[in-house]
C-alpha cells in the first residue's frame, strides 16, 4: 500500500522558516514527479513547487527566490525549504506523488501539513 506522509509544520512568525519533508513508501515502481501544494480556508488547492525525475523544478510565481525544493530519491522523500515566510503562506501544505505501475501512472497525496505564519 503507498502511503505518502508529510512533516515539518508548525507556526513561525512572519520572516521566519521552516522545512517540510515528505516520504512516500510502498512504491514498487518508478517515481516520477514529486510535489507540494497548499489550500488555504477558503481557496483552492494550488501548485507550490514540483521536482520531476529529470531533475526540473517549477514553482509558483508567489514563492519563487523564497522556497526552495529538492529530492532525495536513495529515500524516496522530498524537501520544501521556507525562508522569509508571510503570513499569506499560512495553509495546509499537502505532498503529491506521481509513480509509475506498470504502464499506468498514479498519484497520491498525502494528509498535510499544518503551516501557520503569523504577523
Known amino acids: 500500500q503507498v502511503q505518502v506522509v508529510e512533516s515539518g509544520g508548525g507556526l513561525v512568525q512572519a520572516g521566519g522558516s521552516l522545512r517540510l519533508s515528505c516520504a512516500a513508501s510502498g512504491i514498487i515502481g518508478s517515481i516520477n514527479a514529486m510535489g507540494w501544494y497548499r489550500q488555504a480556508p477558503g481557496k483552492q488547492r494550488e501548485l507550490v513547487a514540483t521536482?520531476?525525475?529529470?531533475?526540473?523544478?517549477d514553482y509558483a510565481d508567489t514563492v519563487k527566490g523564497r522556497f526552495t525544493i529538492s529530492r532525495d530519491n536513495a529515500k524516496n522523500t522530498v524537501y520544501l525549504e521556507m525562508s522569509s515566510l508571510k503570513p499569506e503562506d499560512t495553509a495546509l501544505y499537502y505532498c503529491r506523488v506521481e509513480y509509475m505501475r506498470g504502464i499506468t501512472q498514479y498519484a497520491s497525496w498525502g494528509q498535510g501539513t499544518q503551516v501557520t505564519v503569523s504577523s
Open positions: 521536482d520531476t525525475s529529470g531533475g526540473s523544478t
